[in-house]
């Protein structure tokens, strides 16, 4: 016969309950690990490290471009025509002299015509007026002439006959009227030489009038002949044609307007450099800094000369006088590399310039640490930039080694691991 003993199972039920609220504590605190814990750091590979350093830092910025020549002639149209030659190809070497496009214009070619025909017929006048002039000249001489003449016999008759009064050989009568013959002679002869003053007066006047005709004429007719003479387009300078005309090349039977653009020639002995620098470096670039072009084929000092006022699409051209001769193979339009050197700074904390690093920022850079196996973000103020370097003016110590790729993928760690 069995014997029930309650406090087996009271014991039992004890244990139980003891199990359970022990296995309950052991869950939440399992629980509550768990939550506590941080998501493993990523792995990143291929970091870009660079150490932080201390000395001579030289600030420069960098563009891209290409050489372009010094001087430039733009050849215009000065009046409209249709091409009728192009005795010149693009490429070639030319002289001041050097015909480009021949152009007609038969409007202008007419009123040449016509003012070459009005100055004949105006010289042919001044010529008559001339020889007319002459011969009234010579008309008026002649009656002076005569008027003297008279007037001598007639003063020789009057002293004759005083001579003969006195002994009584001539009446008083006779005297006096050859002394008045005499005097109205010697009027007359007064009167024609005043003619002739005021005919030499006359001469000069007339023919001024119709020579200042002539010259106008003349220089009209120069000027027509310039016209026509500026049809056939010359280069202006020495150089090489670049180019004919704006937008398609020029084609013989084309009509050409007045004004309109038809070579343009460079001297390509003479060229610089056109650089495209980033607006936000640009902004220290001053005249006169000493810089440098890479060719492809060599490298070629030079200074900054001008510098464009505006950003045009984020960048800002500048131009860079070349100060030694380009290699062999310069030619206009050739792709090349700058550099401008805008100051040595003797004693700076610098460090290879992160892809998020821009001057005069505050950033969050990841520190190498745990010997090359982890980096951790730092907050690292940053100053004064050049092409790959960038000051450190809080946050970094020399020697301290960063992550210098790009690190947005990780923006939501503080920590990665590095393979």
Do not use: C
């Not at 003012?115 to 008309?139: F, G, I, M």
């Amino acid at each position: 016969m069995d014997i029930a003993r309650p406090e087996f199972k009271r014991r039992r039920r004890r244990r139980q309950i003891i199990y359970g609220v022990s296995s309950l504590i052991g869950l939440a605190l399992v629980t509550m690990g768990l939550q506590r814990l941080q998501p493993a750091a990523p792995l990143v590979e291929n970091a870009l490290l660079g150490t932080v350093e201390r000395g001579p830092f030289v600030r420069k910025v960098r563009g891209n471009g290409t050489l372009v020549p010094e001087e430039i002639r733009l050849i215009t149209a000065a009046y409209a025509g249709r091409i009728e030659e192009l005795p010149i190809k693009v490429g070639a070497a030319v002289k001041t002299q050097t015909i480009l496009v021949k152009l007609s214009n038969p409007e202008l070619e007419q009123a040449a015509f016509d003012a070459e025909w009005t100055l004949k017929a105006a010289e042919a006048q001044w010529t008559n007026l001339t020889v007319t002039l002459a011969s009234q000249r010579l008309t008026q001489q002649a009656a002076v002439a005569m008027a003297e003449a008279n007037y001598n016999r007639a003063k020789v008759e009057a002293e004759v006959n005083e001579e003969l009064a006195k002994i009584d050989l001539v009446p008083a009568l006779t005297l006096k009227q050859s002394k008045t013959n005499a005097a109205e002679l010697k009027r007359l002869s007064d009167i024609e030489h005043e003619r002739l003053r005021i005919s030499a007066s006359s001469t000069a006047a007339q023919l001024a009038v119709q020579e200042a005709q002539v010259r106008q004429l003349r220089a009209q007719l120069e000027l027509k002949r310039q016209q026509v003479e500026a049809l056939k387009v010359r280069a202006g300078i020495d150089g090489v044609l670049q180019k004919l005309g704006d937008q398609s090349q020029l084609q013989i039977g084309q009509q050409v307007a007045a004004g309109s653009l038809v070579a343009r020639v460079t001297n390509p002995k003479k060229l610089m450099a056109e650089l495209k620098i980033p607006e936000t470096q640009a902004r220290d670039v001053e005249l006169d800094q000493i810089a440098e072009v890479d060719t492809r084929n060599g490298f070629v000092p030079g200074r900054v000369v001008r510098k464009d006022p505006a950003a045009q699409n984020g960048t800002v051209t500048v131009d860079i006088a070349l100060t030694a001769p380009l290699p062999r193979g310069a030619v206009p339009e050739l792709n090349v590399d700058g550099t401008v050197f805008l100051e040595k700074l003797d004693d700076i904390i610098y460090v290879g310039r992160p892809v998020q690093g821009q001057s005069d920022s505050t950033v969050g850079l990841f520190k190498v640490v745990e010997g090359g196996k982890a980096a951790v973000r730092v907050p690292v103020k940053l100053g004064r930039n050049s092409v790959s370097e960038i000051e450190v003016v809080e946050g970094l110590q020399v020697g301290d080694q960063v992550i210098l790729s790009d690190m947005s993928a990780w923006d939501a760690f503080q920590r990665v691991r590095i393979k």
